[in-house]
């Protein structure tokens, strides 16, 4: 540069990162003085906007292994910021990870170790710590290491004789599902009586399982690697508690020809027996349900449970009859329910037994109706167990009559032995049932069976009815079964009884409630109750009468989807023992009508659990207590929403089924749906 005191100066054409170092020469027109010493060294550059890192672009990264990243500072114009002297702090989208400490760039660059342990994709973030402007991010996808151990989870609470699901995830050590796990896992459990899925293969690091426990208490599942012994893992605990539901049931049709009218014969010994060792002493409630009917009118069927205790000769616990001698092909859908006290340790075989009513020599009786895909409604027999302070239960062989009732005022059957009185220590529900054989030897009535309350000493209520048919047909007893739920309170006393009359003025005829007899003694008719927790007692009830004309005999059809479905989210696995009841009857002589209980599980397409068939094909106007019976396995973190539904046994086009009878007063026998939770 040339001037005269001149003390600064711009110099241009200079390279970014290159070091330059400056002298200074005098010269004047005498000539010049001495070069001056270089000047420290000076590196251009345009300043830091950025940081980019190599390996450039997305990277792979194995968890728990470090890799090194370079990050480099650049200008506006992508050139290494070399003057760049800010310092560098680093963040990551895993929260596992192992960052450097902030830093200086040299130069503007600098080679970092990092290590990232968490499985997916993944950032490691750099900004300066005073300008966050200045910032660059380096994404990687990190994969899981190789398998440390097992993780399973199940349940914390079971039934025992009760499926549960378990599932079984491969981690690494960083608790990342080890996708690439390719070993072979064995099952054991502290229960020597588990049933446990064989030795398998999970399906990228993860398995899911169902395990049956059967010895109540404190249980735990256990997965290893058959190869690597230190890839285990075990559940938390799972208390198991003592099964109280015993179910079996078969949607075959059976058939009982020349029945001698004496010798009960097993329906099925092999699917409809139940096996039941109580580990506690409790009452067993045990239910039979089928559709029996006849081809040949004048036989009615006989439907009895019976027990055999440690082996020793079946003996008959209860029994129902069901008509058939005034019609043929119309299907009673018949219930009997009995309560039979059980000790802990003993061993007691259920079956489900049946016979005529009679000699039929020539004739046959069947159990099953449809089929619907195949499949019969279902034939079934259940044990519920219950503590016998939570069990209520009034009963009489004895036979019953009627005559003369108005059609309006209700009658104790019995109200000696046909009473119960519940005085609970805790608010709960009662779940209630009343069984008997209805019949009439004058054509032209029907029978009323209700279930009423009393109140701490008040006036008689009625909680549920049912009316049973005699209209089309005469000695043709209905298994009928009536059930309901009612709401008590700890501190009062409830006194229920079975009441009946007829459907209308009936001067000059008779109703009965019993059939047979059997060694002296008539079928029996029984009161019933249940303590249950309020929670567990769900209950969907109607009191509207329904019609459906028209039904096609595929098309199952809701009878109120608002007022007669039950909603289900349990927070632990769980069963449930379903129950649907409903007077069901035609104005059209040749149509049943099938009572069907349908399941939605999360929102999915209804799916049948259960269903009858209730006969009108040889009579009309005459209802039939019909009542279904179900049970259904539940999970927790799912919801399940349970409905009844009715459709004809066949196109019935022109005609017109009926669920609802009465009324009394405006309320038509009501229709209910229950469901009671068993964990």
């Known amino acids: 540069m040339t001037g005269n005191g001149?003390?600064?100066?711009?110099?241009?054409?200079?390279?970014?990162?290159?070091?330059?170092?400056?002298?200074?020469?005098?010269?004047?027109?005498?000539?010049?003085?001495?070069?001056?010493?270089?000047?420290?060294?000076?590196?251009?550059?345009?300043?830091?906007?950025?940081?980019?890192?190599?390996?450039?672009?997305?990277?792979?990264?194995?968890?728990?292994?470090?890799?090194?990243?370079?990050?480099?500072?650049?200008?506006?114009?992508?050139?290494?910021?070399?003057?760049?002297?800010?310092?560098v702090h680093f963040t990551s989208s895993d929260v596992a990870a192992t960052l450097p400490a902030d830093a200086m760039l040299t130069n503007g660059v600098r080679t970092f170790s990092v290590t990232l342990r968490t499985a997916g994709a993944q950032t490691v973030t750099f900004t300066d710590t005073v300008n966050s402007s200045i910032t660059g991010s380096a994404p990687f996808t990190v994969r899981p290491a190789a398998a440390s151990h097992l993780a399973l989870a199940a349940s914390p609470a079971a039934t025992a004789n009760s499926p549960i699901s378990l599932s079984v995830t491969a981690l690494d050590a960083f608790a990342n599902t080890a996708t690439g796990y390719a070993g072979t896992i064995h099952f054991t459990s502290n229960d020597s009586a588990a049933t446990l899925p064989v030795d398998t293969r999970?399906?990228?690091?993860?398995?899911?399982?169902?395990?049956?426990?059967?010895?109540?208490?404190?249980?735990?599942?256990?997965?290893?690697?058959?190869?690597?012994?230190?890839?285990?893992?075990?559940?938390?605990?799972?208390?198991?508690?003592?099964?109280?539901?015993?179910?079996?049931?078969?949607?075959?049709?059976?058939?009982?020809?020349?029945?001698?009218?004496?010798?009960?014969?097993?329906?099925?010994?092999?699917?409809?027996?139940?096996?039941?060792?109580?580990?506690?002493?409790?009452?067993?409630?045990?239910?039979?349900?089928?559709?029996?009917?006849?081809?040949?009118?004048?036989?009615?069927?006989?439907?009895?449970?019976?027990?055999?205790?440690?082996?020793?000769?079946?003996?008959?616990?209860?029994?129902?009859?069901?008509?058939?001698?005034?019609?043929?092909?119309?299907?009673?859908?018949?219930?009997?329910?009995?309560?039979?006290?059980?000790?802990?340790?003993?061993?007691?075989?259920?079956?489900?037994?049946?016979?005529?009513?009679?000699?039929?020599?020539?004739?046959?009786?069947?159990?099953?109706?449809?089929?619907?895909?195949?499949?019969?409604?279902?034939?079934?027999?259940?044990?519920?167990?219950?503590?016998?302070?939570?069990?209520?239960?009034?009963?009489?062989?004895?036979?019953?009559?009627?005559?003369?009732?108005?059609?309006?005022?209700?009658?104790?059957?019995?109200?000696?032995?046909?009473?119960?009185?519940?005085?609970?220590?805790?608010?709960?529900?009662?779940?209630?049932?009343?069984?008997?054989?209805?019949?009439?030897?004058?054509?032209?009535?029907?029978?009323?069976?209700?279930?009423f309350v009393s109140v701490n000493g008040g006036a008689d209520q009625l909680v549920a009815w049912k009316e049973s048919g005699g209209f089309a047909g005469t000695y043709s007893p209905n298994a009928a079964f009536v059930q309901g739920v009612y709401p008590v309170?700890?501190?009062?006393?409830?006194?229920?009884?079975?009441?009946?009359?007829?459907?209308?003025?009936?001067?000059?005829?008779?109703?009965?409630?019993?059939?047979?007899?059997?060694?002296?003694?008539?079928?029996?008719?029984?009161?019933?109750?249940?303590?249950?927790?309020?929670?567990?007692?769900?209950?969907?009830?109607?009191?509207?009468?329904?019609?459906?004309?028209d039904s096609d005999g595929s098309t199952w059809v809701d009878i109120d989807s608002t007022n007669l479905k039950l909603t289900v989210s349990p927070s632990a696995s769980a069963t449930l023992e379903l129950g649907g009841n409903a007077d069901l009857w035609t104005a059209n002589a040749g149509f049943n009508q099938d009572l069907g209980i349908f399941v939605s599980v999360n929102g999915g397409a209804d799916q049948l659990v259960a269903w009858k068939e209730s006969g009108g094909f040889a009579g009309t106007f005459s209802p039939n207590a019909a009542f279904v019976q179900g049970v259904y396995a539940v999970s927790a973190g799912s919801t399940y929403v349970f409905k009844v539904k009715l459709k004809a046994n066949k196109s019935a086009g022109g005609a017109t089924i009926v669920a609802g009878a009465g009324p009394i007063g405006t309320a038509f026998s009501p229709t209910s749906l229950i469901a009671q939770i068993l964990t």
């Open 6 to 87: 001149a003390s600064s100066a711009t110099v241009s054409g200079l390279s970014d990162g290159t070091s330059y170092t400056f002298t200074v020469t005098t010269s004047n027109a005498v000539g010049s003085g001495a070069t001056s010493s270089p000047s420290n060294a000076v590196i251009p550059s345009h300043p830091a906007t950025h940081f980019a890192f190599s390996p450039s672009g997305p990277q792979l990264a194995g968890a728990g292994s470090s890799f090194n990243l370079t990050v480099t500072a650049l200008d506006s114009a992508g050139a290494t910021a070399a003057a760049y002297q800010g310092t």
């Open 489 to 549: 309170s700890s501190g009062s006393t409830y006194v229920f009884k079975l009441k009946w009359k007829t459907n209308k003025n009936a001067s000059g005829a008779t109703i009965f409630a019993g059939a047979g007899p059997i060694t002296g003694l008539y079928s029996p008719t029984r009161l019933s109750a249940q303590l249950v927790p309020t929670a567990n007692a769900l209950n969907a009830v109607s009191a509207m009468q329904y019609n459906l004309p």
């Open 202 to 451: 999970l399906s990228s690091g993860v398995g899911a399982f169902t395990v049956i426990l059967r010895t109540p208490g404190a249980r735990t599942i256990t997965a290893t690697d058959t190869v690597v012994a230190s890839i285990t893992g075990t559940t938390g605990v799972i208390t198991v508690g003592p099964q109280l539901l015993y179910a079996a049931t078969s949607g075959q049709q059976y058939s009982l020809s020349d029945s001698d009218g004496a010798t009960w014969q097993d329906i099925d010994p092999a699917n409809l027996s139940l096996t039941v060792t109580p580990t506690a002493n409790a009452v067993a409630i045990v239910s039979g349900n089928a559709d029996l009917w006849t081809a040949s009118a004048g036989f009615n069927q006989d439907i009895g449970i019976f027990v055999s205790v440690k082996g020793a000769a079946d003996e008959l616990v209860t029994w129902k009859e069901s008509g058939g001698f005034a019609g043929n092909y119309s299907p009673n859908a018949a219930f009997v329910q009995g309560v039979y006290p059980v000790s802990s340790g003993t061993t007691y075989v259920f079956k489900l037994k049946w016979k005529t009513n009679k000699n039929a020599s020539g004739a046959t009786i069947f159990a099953g109706a449809g089929p619907i895909s195949g499949l019969y409604s279902p034939t079934r027999l259940s044990a519920r167990l219950v503590p016998a302070a939570n069990a209520f239960n009034a009963v009489s062989g004895l036979q019953y009559n009627l005559a003369n009732n108005d059609g309006s005022t209700w009658a104790d059957i019995d109200a000696t032995n046909l009473k119960l009185t519940v005085s609970p220590g805790v608010t709960a529900a009662v779940d209630l049932g009343g069984n008997a054989d209805l019949w009439t030897a004058g054509a032209g009535f029907n029978q009323d069976l209700g279930i």
